[in-house]
């Protein structure tokens, strides 16, 4: 293979999460689906077809409807013309965070992304998440992401005391914390960052978002323990801020993220290792 | 524990480093207004205390800062990993404090 073909097969592989041949496609605008192509505007979708890592682009015509989604589009391409389209979706109302893709070369919630605003000239080009590994067509396996999510201890720990002392919305650590409650577990953070895609040992931005939720929780019993988690991996984050870029429900964890470091440096300066852990 | 204490020593030789490289500038551009010469800055610096002290604070700075820097390029860029890149860079932690300290001892 050249040394060109090499960079335009990796580039692609970067875009679409998938590595492969491409293969050039000619949209069959031609194609009759059932609808009257006449008065319809036709999408031109490419789609990332395959097998784990091994697929390529095959070409679809859709027709463009107003107010459609991404989704909208796949979902036509699977009932329509190709039933054996895999893919994932469940709420359609951005809820449940399952129907992430990398649309156009970046990820986003597709029931929630109209076409009209990311086709470029009526073309679409729709492959699985980054940084995942793919299990066909557009699905990709999540496990990787909830269990690092796990192996980073991002879950909530009840305090065995009672909290006394009533948690009101405007003190300043529940502020921090309900700044990055809304996750919806997507993935498209992780998708999306360099640093998981460049370090295995990095936990990624949506788990680490949830350990900064949990450390400015005050009913959570073990913030100690979050944050010696948080020590062994936030200090990968290059704050390079793709997470934030592309959230779709506005999330920042890179600032999350920089609070845990900040945290972890406190903790680790007030605890030399000679003492031990208390 | 070992990643974070790598990241908060880093973090803490950064904030030594910070004025120092800022200083160290100051002083080149200074130093070369009318041409560089050995006599010149052995004047500024033999029997100095000060910079002595400032450039011996550099020195330790530097040789803590740039091994950590270098294992995490090594370990995301290189994936090495383990207690042969540790001695690699605790090594050359060393190396870089042996040739510094030489440096300082030259022109004190
Ligand atoms: S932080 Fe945002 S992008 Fe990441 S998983 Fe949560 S909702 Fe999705
Ligand atoms: S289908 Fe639930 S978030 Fe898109």
Known sequence: MTARATKSRSRAG?????????????????VKTGYDWSVMAALEVEIWRGEGNDGSWRCYAVPHQANQTVLDVVTHVQRHIDPSLAYRFACRVGMCGSCAMTVNGRPRWTCRTHVSRVSRKGRLRISPLR?????????VDMAPFFE?????????VPSPVPVEEPVRPGEPARKAADAGIECINCAICYAACDSVAWNPDYPGPAALNR????????????????LEAAGTGCHLCRSHQECAEVCPTNLNPTTAIAGLKRE?????????????RQ | MKEAWLFTVQRLSALVLAPLVLLHLGVILYAVRDGLSAEEILARTQGSQLWGVVYGLFVFAAAIHAPIGLRAVLREWVGWRGAGLDIAM???????????????????
């Open chain 2, 90 to 108: 605790g090594l050359f932690g060393l190396l870089l404090l042996a040739l510094g300290l030489r440096a300082l001892a030259a022109v004190l």
């Open chain 1, 148 to 156: 690092k999510w796990r192996d980073a201890e991002a879950r909530f």
């Open chain 1, 211 to 226: 350990l900064w939720t949990l450390v400015n929780d005050r009913r959570d019993g073990d913030q100690d323990g979050h």
């Open chain 1, 264 to 276: 972890v440096f406190r903790r680790t300066l007030a605890r030399p290792p000679w003492e031990g």
């Open chain 1, 131 to 139: 940084n995942l590994p793919v299990i066909r067509d557009l699905a």
């Open chain 1, 14 to 30: 970067r875009i679409g999460g998938v590595s492969g041949s491409i293969v050039k496609c000619i949209c069959p605008r031609g």
